[in-house]
């Protein structure tokens, strides 16, 4: 079932490994299929060399294992969250990468300060609230991606293809599973270029002017798109 979706699962969570994004076991990769409405995720806490496309889990959106001799990742409740809520999300990864855990440890949203993350992400990179004690323990990585859901109220998801988990980390997705993953690389790289600008103008760091940043989205993602080839 669904076998070519279950091998570039598997090579979303291998690419994870191997950006240096997800040492150990500390990551995961998912994909929605809206044909089916089925949902295809890394196991849990299987070891990235010894991981095979068979490995894969499918799950239903309530939860329901549908195939898989394994059990789903344990983040699994956060990423059908986001395929519950957000259209056109087909994709979605999670990660402890340092430059963005790092923010998401101090609480604090990335601001735009260059046309690398204007390129990336329409705005700062938003940051949620602490999940209260109530939440974790109830149901703590459903209520994860209520978190996430909540912040994204004002927010598009698409155009804002990540968030940083207050004491946690950071979550991407995407149009697909591979662009969660390149999103899941930007906002890497996102967050160190950000901590290194402050670290160079301190409090004199500002960010971007609004119409430069508003110029490097829109090239890219806009109507009238011109980066890249056509097709």
């Not at 804002?160 to 930007?186: E, R």
Request: glycine content about 8%; charged content about 25%.
């Amino acid at each position: 079932m669904l076998e070519k979706l279950k091998e570039t699962v598997w090579r979303a969570n291998m690419r994870l490994h191997a950006e240096g994004l997800a040492p150990l076991t500390w990551g995961n990769a998912s994909a929605f299929d809206g044909e089916t409405r089925l949902v295809v995720i890394k196991p849990s806490g299987v070891a990235y060399d010894a991981m095979s496309p068979g490995d894969m889990v499918v799950l239903d959106l309530e939860g329901h294992v549908v195939e898989g001799e394994c059990r789903p990742s344990s983040d699994t409740p956060t990423h059908l969250e986001f395929y519950r809520s957000f259209k056109g999300v087909f994709g979605a990864v999670h990660t402890h990468s340092v430059e963005a855990t790092a923010w998401a440890q101090a609480c604090r949203e990335i601001p735009c300060y260059g046309t690398t993350h204007a390129d990336c992400f329409h705005g700062p990179v938003p940051v949620t609230r602490f999940l209260t004690e109530a939440e974790v323990a109830e149901a703590y990585e459903l209520n994860t991606g209520k978190v996430i859901v909540e912040r994204f109220r004002e927010l598009d998801p698409l155009a804002q293809p990540g968030v940083l988990v207050a004491g946690h980390g950071p979550f991407t997705w995407g149009a697909d599973v591979m662009k969660a993953v390149d999103n899941a690389v930007s906002l890497e790289q996102i967050a160190r270029m950000a901590r290194l600008t402050e670290r160079m103008r301190g409090d004199s760091a500002e960010p971007l002017p609004a119409y430069v940043s508003e110029k490097h989205y829109q090239r890219k993602h806009g109507p009238n798109a011109y980066y890249g080839q056509k097709g």
